[in-house]
């Protein structure tokens, strides 16, 4: 499991307590990485110092890069202990920090990753969720199917369950370059790099309450929009149909 975490320290204790009432979702080996992206508050002692029932563990950013540096860390982090431990048939769940995902569907992506899909993706229904946002998550979706043909309604949910296999040939085909926007533009980016791998992405309806969190959303709305396209034209480059 991979948990982004930037000024989380309101947040992230009722996250770890939350997990801890699930300790179906970490089966032998399983390992929480909390990444840490440079926090300015209590967020890295609060993981540091964490000594209750999860098998949790800090990956350190030492300056805010953004969502897109806290996944490669993790990404990183997790392929490592896949491979070091041959782990046939591993997972990787990402999910959100500010307690905003609904752990109660995790088990059913988890069932549909076990089965048929390499990727499966939280599908949002959004409740209590602000009207910028709502309209963001519409467009973005609507962006990425239509310019980077990813078939899928929600592409910049955290909440996500990867087959490692997927995640491995990804960094295999990109390397360095598998993230490459720094915002939350990431998530769009390597779902549309996945979805040109072929893969099999599949998506399960979640709900979204943003009145979970504990404070602001850290979504800086029209950086992610110009991130967006941004991305887009890049894609367009890489596949030599960038418009003239």
Known sequence: MVVPAFNEEE???RLLAELETRPELFPG???????????????????SSYDGPLPVELVRLERNQ?????FRAGFDAALSRARSDEAEGALVVTLEADTTSDLDAVPRMIERA????DVVLASWVMVNVPLARRLLSAGAGAFVRSLLGVDAKTVSSFLRVYRVGALERAVARHGDDLIRESGFACKAELLAKLAALGVCIEEVPVDLDTSQRVGKSKMPIARTFVAYWR????QWRARGTAPA
Not at 114 to 117: I, L, P, Y
Not at 231 to 234: N, S, V
Request: no cysteine.
């Open 11 to 13: 947040n992230l204790p």
């Open 29 to 47: 080996g399983s390992v929480l990485f909390v990444v840490d992206d440079g926090s300015a508050d209590s967020t890295p002692l609060i993981v």
């Open 66 to 70: 953004g969502p897109g540096a806290a």
């Open 114 to 117: 076990r089965g048929d899909a």
């Open 231 to 234: 991305m887009a034209f890049r």
